[in-house]
């Protein structure tokens, strides 16, 4: 049975957590609080619409609706600003050697992300040309720990799910890949992502020969 794979982009593929922590801290301050790093966790694999309302929260801020709909648009206009200069060097390592290898060997390739802005940053850093298809914040309702991302690219990918790995760094990935019985792979530090089924710093640590074995 050939196995489906499927990457979260943010903290998998590339490093854009830094860029969405500029633009929300950008936001906080602009609303007249701070917003640090460690705040900024509670982020990770989550809908921009959770993200404002988590922000909020920490600022202890009211909204309107006409408000909360305008700063959502705010923070994607300077996000998008914050992303426009990308380029291969923001790959995280190893990465390609994992995509060229799945590809050379006819394994399809799936993004499972959260971001709205998926596909123009696979443009941008020159990897959009390895994958099957994308399924982003444009395509589902439901967030993670929801497994709705993943089975709709398994079901893109025309695998079945249980047939699918999962690539994620956020623990709402993990529980999302887990929900719909896929094999969990936590790229990132093993103690916070410790219901993975298998953990690695980053894809440094992962040969071809365990891509094969899986």
């Known amino acids: 049975m050939k196995k489906g794979f499927i990457f979260d982009l943010d903290g998998v ?4 957590a830094k860029y969405h922590y500029l633009a929300w801290k950008k936001l906080a301050n602009h ?10 966790e509670l982020f990770k694999g ?14 202890k801020r009211e909204a309107t609706q006409e408000e909360f709909d305008t700063w959502m648009v705010e923070k ?20 390609p050697k994992i995509l060229e290898f799945l590809k050379n060997n006819n394994i399809p390739i799936a993004l499972g992300s959260a971001s709205k802005n998926a596909q123009p940053i696979l443009e941008k850093v020159n990897l959009l040309h390895y994958f099957d298809t994308i399924v982003d ?8 720990p929801d497994p709705e991302v993943f089975l709709l690219a398994a079901k893109q990918l025309g695998v079945d799910a249980n047939d699918c790995v999962v690539f994620e ?9 887990n929900a719909a019985k896929m094999i969990s792979i936590g790229i990132g530090d093993k103690n916070v992502l410790s219901e993975a089924q298998f953990n690695f710093k980053d894809f440094t640590e992962i040969s071809t020969d365990f891509i094969k074995n899986l």
């Open 13 to 16: 593929i590339v490093d854009t």
């Open 137 to 144: 914040g444009n395509n589902v309702t439901k967030a993670k």
């Open 169 to 177: 760094d956020a623990v709402a990935g993990i529980q999302a890949a």
């Open 31 to 40: 609303l007249g609080f701070e917003f640090t790093k460690e705040q900024n």
């Open 76 to 95: 994607n206009v300077d996000y998008l600003e914050f992303i426009e200069n990308m380029d291969e060097s923001e790959i995280l390592p190893d990465v």
């Open 46 to 59: 989550v809908s921009r619409k959770r993200c404002l309302e988590i922000l909020l929260e920490i600022g």
